[in-house]
């Protein structure tokens, strides 16, 4: 036998690394004041960063007004039970003009459920089915018979709708 031992026994780096996966290092920031977990809070009095929370009865002194405690609040420098409000995020409102151009190019990019379910539909609309078979015509051949206005150039099937 060689100087080095074999050990079968073990558990093998693969199986290890197949079983834990370890996840990023939680961050916060002033603009999203939050961890990602309920055992984290947001120490943004400096620098943003993310802490353990305080268990109850736990030295919370300086934390006041911050989620410091888990399930509590901060009290006098001690963590207490209560619910601390969600952390305040403001709303901002977008400019008329440009919510009113949102709207204009989501309106512009709706679902218009106008096509030619058959091939030969140009065809036989020029031909006149659109008066002679209409029921069928008017369900497998909408765009051709002008029961609806497509979104695409219905003589050559090429989409025309400008998309963003």
Not at 88 to 100: A, C, K, Y
Not at 137 to 151: D, E, I, L, T, Y
């Amino acid at each position: 036998m060689s100087d080095t031992a074999i050990d079968n026994t073990s558990l093998s780096n693969l199986y290890t690394e197949q079983m834990y996966r370890y996840a990023p290092r939680p961050g916060c920031s002033f603009e999203i004041p939050t961890c990602g977990s309920p055992y984290l809070f947001c120490d943004a009095r400096i620098s943003p960063h993310c802490v353990s929370k305080i268990k109850f009865g736990g030295v919370c002194t300086g934390f006041e007004g911050l989620d410091a405690c888990f399930n509590g609040i901060c009290v006098a420098g001690r963590c207490i039970s209560g619910i601390m409000p969600p952390p305040f995020v403001p709303q901002t409102e977008l400019p008329s003009t440009l919510r009113g151009e949102i709207t204009r190019q989501y309106a512009s990019r709706q679902f218009t459920d106008c096509f030619n379910r058959m091939p030969c539909c140009e065809q036989w609309a020029k031909d006149g089915d659109c008066h002679t078979n209409k029921s069928p015509m008017v369900k497998f051949c909408a765009a051709a018979c002008g029961k609806c206005r497509p979104s695409f150039n219905v003589s050559d099937g090429i989409e025309f709708l400008k998309l963003f």
